[in-house]
Structures are given as structure tokens and as C-alpha cells.
């Protein structure tokens, strides 16, 4: 009898009780990882949303100035926008996810773009805008959102 006692006096865990608590923390870990990503995805999309704000300002305070809007080639020259559109930071134009690249692409974001898309239209809407061209009458600014895995755009009409 002495030596049964003894073993039940021994503490210790079984290996049920190391599996299941072994379990209970990859799940909290799991959780934990999860949401972090997802944070950090939708800080990046308030990123996108509060530059593309920020360049549909400095591109409307530029046709007010100018009565057209850039071309993408244009706006992709760090010396024209140095010489035409002084208060637009070149940060803006920073996708998060590259934020060495300070170009826009010249075509609209597509999905699991790094660039924003800048098109610039005469007012047929379907004519492109080359460097140096006045006729620019409309643009649409796009930019790949994370989180709701969609393009969200600004345009001169006004959305």
C-alpha cells in the first residue's frame, strides 16, 4: 500500500493534459497571428484611401489652376510635378506595400497591385492623355484595397 500512495503523491501531468493544453495555445497563437494580420491589412488600406484622397486634392487644385488634369506620364515625372504640382508629395503616390516605387501605374489597380492606377481621359472618356496634353478632362484614381479584396476608385466626377 506504502508504494501506491507514493505514486499518487508524485505530481506531474499526464500526456492527455500536455496534448490538450499544448492545443488550447496553438489555437490562442493561431487567433492571436490572425487578427495581427488583418490589423495590419486594414491600416494599409486607410493608407490607400487617405492617398488617393490626398492626390484627387492636389489634382483638382491643379485643373482649378490649369483647366485639365495630368497625364500619368506627367505625374510620374518627379521634375513636372516638382515644376507644376509643388504641394503634391511624393509619398502619396507610395502604395504601402512598395513604398520605394513613387510612380502610379497608368492603367487602373488591378488585384494584388503594388501601384495605384491613374487614368487621365479627354471628355470622350475613352481617349487616353499623353505627357504635355491640355485636352484632359477626366481622370479615375484606383487603388487595390486588402481587406474587402476590391479596387476602390476616386474619379473627376466627383466618387
Request: net charge neutral; with cysteine; proline share 2%.
Amino acid at each position: 500500500m506504502n508504494l501506491l500512495n507514493k505514486k499518487r503523491d508524485q505530481g506531474g501531468f499526464t500526456i492527455v493534459e500536455l496534448l490538450i493544453v499544448i492545443v488550447v495555445i496553438a489555437i490562442l497563437a493561431l487567433l492571436v497571428v490572425t487578427t495581427y494580420g488583418g490589423a495590419k491589412a486594414k491600416s494599409r488600406d486607410a493608407k490607400r484611401v487617405s492617398d488617393l484622397q490626398g492626390i484627387q486634392t492636389q489634382l483638382e487644385a491643379f485643373f482649378a489652376s490649369n483647366d485639365y488634369y495630368p497625364a500619368a506620364v506627367d505625374l510620374n515625372t518627379a521634375s513636372w510635378r516638382t515644376t507644376n504640382m509643388k504641394s503634391l508629395d511624393a509619398n502619396l503616390l507610395s502604395d504601402p506595400s512598395d513604398t520605394a516605387n513613387q510612380t502610379v501605374s497608368t492603367s487602373t489597380a488591378v488585384a494584388g497591385g503594388k501601384k495605384y492606377g491613374y487614368v487621365a481621359t479627354h471628355s470622350d472618356g475613352t481617349t487616353a492623355c499623353t505627357t504635355g496634353d491640355t485636352e484632359c478632362s477626366q481622370y479615375v484614381l484606383s487603388a487595390y484595397l486588402e481587406v474587402p479584396k476590391s479596387v476602390t476608385s476616386k474619379n473627376s466626377l466627383g466618387s
